[in-house]
């Protein structure tokens, strides 16, 4: 089977199928695929509903390759010729009332209980780049043999472990929010010799921020078109490694690559 990638500027692949035969009396899916009447929004959730998302996990991996072999991936290298993969977690689904065995749930301050329903989208970015590509995401659903809910960073590590080979290969580094600038996942990106970027906010790395009190520390100045000048202080992961439960860190990046060093900063 022929996988099919559709680019289209309107919200989903129906509306634009409707659209186009709305203004031209014909759409492509009935010119490229024979289909005579285009199904409604809840008659292909139900069709799709039975579908495995690890279905379509080989279609990531196959785009990968072939922009790979076609040397496409060259223009997303920079830092020391490495490839940026952002994390961050995304909600697909949410809902007061509607629920299944596989929803997250969090409590409403009215004790109310919500259920939703995320995923980890890893992506490889690059400054300058409109472009984004995606890697295979990794779902945050309650995991067999655990009793705690499923999170954010529990996903992270799941896929960091599962793509380790593929992210060694391609010479990555992590980037991650906030969320991501915690000692368990910092320790996993060591372990697996995985550069990393994660933004370390104050707020919620106070002890780490009191450790670098008085410290002088190297500034990255970056200047913006509009003029606007942003500083940011990268700090070397070396600086809490004495101290494993302090390895978070405040509104700078906790960071294992050297990102002072002239040559990495050279595209
Ligand atoms: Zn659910």
Known sequence: MRERVFFTQTPSFLAYQRLMEGSKGKSNAQSLFGVHRIPCDHQIRDLLDAVSPEHLFPVFEEILQVLEAQGQLEDFRCLGDSLLVALDGTEYFSSDKIHCPHCSTRTQKSGKTHYFHSVVTPVIVCPGQNHVIPLVPEFIVPQDGHDKQ?????????????????????????????????????QQFLEQQLNFIV????????????????IELPTLTTKKWTGLVKSRKPIPTAISTESPSKIAMRPCWLTGANLLSPPLMAR
Do not use: F, I, M
């Not at 954010?152 to 929010?177: F, I, P, T």
């Not at 933004?199 to 008085?214: A, I, K, N, W």
């Open 150 to 186: 499923d999170c954010e960073n529990a996903a992270a590590k799941r896929w960091l472990s599962r793509q380790e080979q593929c992210l060694r290969a391609l010479n990555v580094k992590v980037l991650g929010d906030d969320l991501y600038c915690h000692q368990p996942l910092c």
């Open 199 to 214: 933004v370390c906010r104050p707020e919620s790395h106070t002890t780490l921020y009191e450790h670098l009190e008085g």
